[in-house]
């Protein structure tokens, strides 16, 4: 068959499939071919249907609400692990294609989207030469005869990383080996030696088996949710500051989330430094002036898919008024089928040209910001592959649009939290030494001495002249790491500002 018919037939194929239904990534043109292979090799074959509810409950340890059909549980499961581990797939396919002759030439879908898999099955679920030969029997015989691909499957079996690795960069080894941006860890590497940067890879790579997860449940559910755990043998740990919080192991999210009891509760399963994020909002917003705010008027800047907008609710009284914005039309969607209290209302709208008449309005906003996504590897691997100088400028530019306009409309007194899931400082540590420089009314407020601490900014910070209270802005900074914490990358800041200034910021 010609290539550009085989393509076709592919195409044909791949639409059968409700792939939009999962996906979470934009389509780049290697994620469409990976889409395409595996939506082929699926239809060519009937026994897959059969490793289905393997790959389900695989999958499961990672994603807490995985209810989907059997096409797409065995497509986004490969889907995610191929693009988890496609730099080093790739390598090895390209290292270990040499050499095997083909019957005719090979189309890039083969190459760049069942090779993979094949790569994938290989060196992660060591599936045997025939189980392979099987599955894709009406798929490569077109164009490999069995010896040929026998002689490919062994070459794949027997790679040595060692050997592939001899002679390269420190860096380059480590993103292969652990599947890694290289751009990442060169970002990585500018804030910490090499011993804590492989910790922290490693720590990444693990931490959908290892990693710790947060429970917020509401105060009169404590003993019930206690209960819940306890006939399910899930161990857990009630934070011993902020006792709403319960921590669990990654591994036992799927039974929690599967549970009828825990969702009568209305326990949200969530990252812990999220939770933390809201917490901290809260606990600064008591420690300034509690009596100055009620009843609250609070900002969710960025608030879809309004995860956090449940929590943040969880936290007020009927009287207090919550407004969750996002930019984004179908995200936007994703709040609103949320079912909220009455005191929520949902706009769409630009933080940047914000829709709101008052400046200095909110008593709470909370900006969980859009970021590289940098500290959520394990959850979104298909971000890894878009780390790039433009992808961070690019953010870090939103960012600081984002908080100049989300700090007008707060009022004197009044607490903005700032959040993101990114490892790297200029989302984060380095913005507020800007922002301290440029926003006069704006101060650091301490966050519970609990939190860990964040990059050390000293040096950074000395070279602006006027931040002469490094000290306060380090406190009311947080970092959570999959190293340190078990958690996801996460940072968290909270400032006020100054209510003297209450005319100059109207000024603004
Ligand atoms: C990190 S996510 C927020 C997650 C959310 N807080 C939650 O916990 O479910 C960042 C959000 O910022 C939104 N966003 C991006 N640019 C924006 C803008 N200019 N104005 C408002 N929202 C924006 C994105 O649509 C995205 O939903």
Same mark, same amino acid.
């Given at each position: 068959m010609k290539k550009k018919n085989f393509e076709q037939q592919l195409k044909k194929e791949s639409n059968l499939v409700n792939l939009k239904k999962n996906d979470v990534y934009i389509a780049s043109d290697s994620l469409s071919i990976i889409l395409r292979a595996l939506s082929m090799i699926f239809h060519s074959n009937s026994k897959?249907?059969?490793?289905?509810?393997?790959?389900?409950?695989?999958?499961?340890?990672?994603?807490?609400?995985?209810?989907?059909?059997?096409?797409?549980?065995?497509?986004?499961?490969?889907?995610?692990?191929?693009?988890?581990?496609?730099?080093?797939?790739?390598?090895?396919?390209?290292?270990?294609f040499r050499g095997v002759k083909t019957k005719k030439e090979i189309p890039s879908l083969l190459k760049n989207g069942i090779f993979l898999y094949i790569a994938y099955r290989i060196r992660y679920e060591h599936a045997s030469f025939e189980d392979l030969w099987q599955e894709l029997y009406s798929l490569l015989p077109k164009?490999?005869?069995?010896?040929?691909?026998?002689?490919f499957y062994r070459r794949i079996k027997s790679f040595n990383w060692d050997i592939a690795l001899k002679g390269k960069s420190l860096i380059e080894q480590q993103s292969l080996l652990f599947a890694m941006p290289s751009f990442f860890l060169n970002q990585m590497s500018k804030i910490m030696d090499d011993h804590s940067l492989k910790g922290q890879i490693k720590a990444i790579s693990t931490i959908n088996e290892k990693g710790l997860f947060g429970v917020f449940v509401k105060s009169n559910n404590h003993e019930k949710f206690e209960r819940i755990c306890k006939k399910n043998q899930?161990?857990?740990?009630?934070?011993?500051?902020?006792?709403?919080?319960?921590?669990?192991?990654?591994?036992?999210?799927?039974?929690?989330n599967s549970q009828l009891d825990f969702k009568k509760i209305g326990g949200y399963i969530q990252e812990i430094p999220s939770i933390l994020s809201i917490y901290a909002g809260f606990h600064a917003i008591g420690t300034v002036n509690a009596k100055y705010f009620h009843p609250l008027m609070i900002l969710d800047y960025c608030a879809a898919p309004g995860s956090k907008t449940r929590i943040i609710s969880s936290f007020t009284s009927e009287n207090d008024k919550i407004i969750a914005q996002d930019i984004h039309t179908q995200r936007v969607r994703l709040i609103s089928s949320l079912s909220f209290e009455e005191n929520i209302n949902i706009i769409q709208s630009d933080g940047i040209n914000p829709c709101f008449r008052e400046i200095n309005n909110f008593d709470l906003i909370f900006l969980d910001a859009p970021c590289t996504g940098s500290g959520t590897f394990h959850s979104n691997p298909g971000i890894k592959w878009r780390q790039s100088p433009n992808f961070l400028q690019k953010h870090v530019l939103l960012q600081k649009e984002l908080f100049y306009h989300a700090?007008?409309?707060?009022?004197?007194?009044?607490?903005?939290?700032?959040?993101?899931? +990114?490892? !790297?400082?200029? &989302?984060?540590?380095?913005?507020?030494i800007d922002f301290i420089y440029d926003?006069?009314? $704006?101060?650091?407020?301490?966050?519970?001495?609990?939190?860990? +601490?964040? !990059?050390?900014? &000293?040096?950074?910070?000395?070279?602006?002249?006027?931040?002469?209270?490094?000290?306060? $802005?380090?406190?009311?900074?947080?970092?959570?790491?999959?190293?340190?914490?078990?958690?996801?990358?996460?940072?968290?800041?909270?400032?006020?500002?100054?209510?003297?200034?209450?005319?100059?910021?109207?000024?603004?």
């Open positions: 897959i249907s059969q490793s289905s509810s393997r790959i389900s409950q695989s999958y499961s340890k990672i994603s807490s609400n995985f209810s989907l059909n059997i096409n797409s549980n065995w497509i986004y499961h490969y889907k995610v692990e191929i693009i988890r581990y496609q730099n080093q797939l790739q390598y090895i396919v390209r290292k270990t164009y490999l005869i069995k010896k040929q691909f026998s002689y899930i161990i857990f740990e009630q934070h011993s500051k902020f006792p709403s919080l319960f921590i669990i192991e990654s591994k036992f999210k799927p039974i929690l700090f007008r409309l707060l009022k004197p007194g009044g607490i903005i939290v700032y959040s993101t899931c +990114s490892m !790297y400082p200029e &989302e984060n540590e380095l913005h507020f926003l006069k009314p $704006l101060i650091p407020v301490s966050l519970p001495s609990w939190y860990p +601490s964040s !990059y050390s900014i &000293e040096q950074i910070a000395r070279k602006k002249s006027n931040i002469c209270d490094i000290l306060s $802005l380090q406190k009311a900074m947080s970092r959570f790491s999959p190293l340190h914490n078990h958690t996801a990358g996460f940072f968290i800041a909270t400032f006020t500002k100054i209510k003297k200034s209450l005319n100059s910021s109207n000024s603004q």
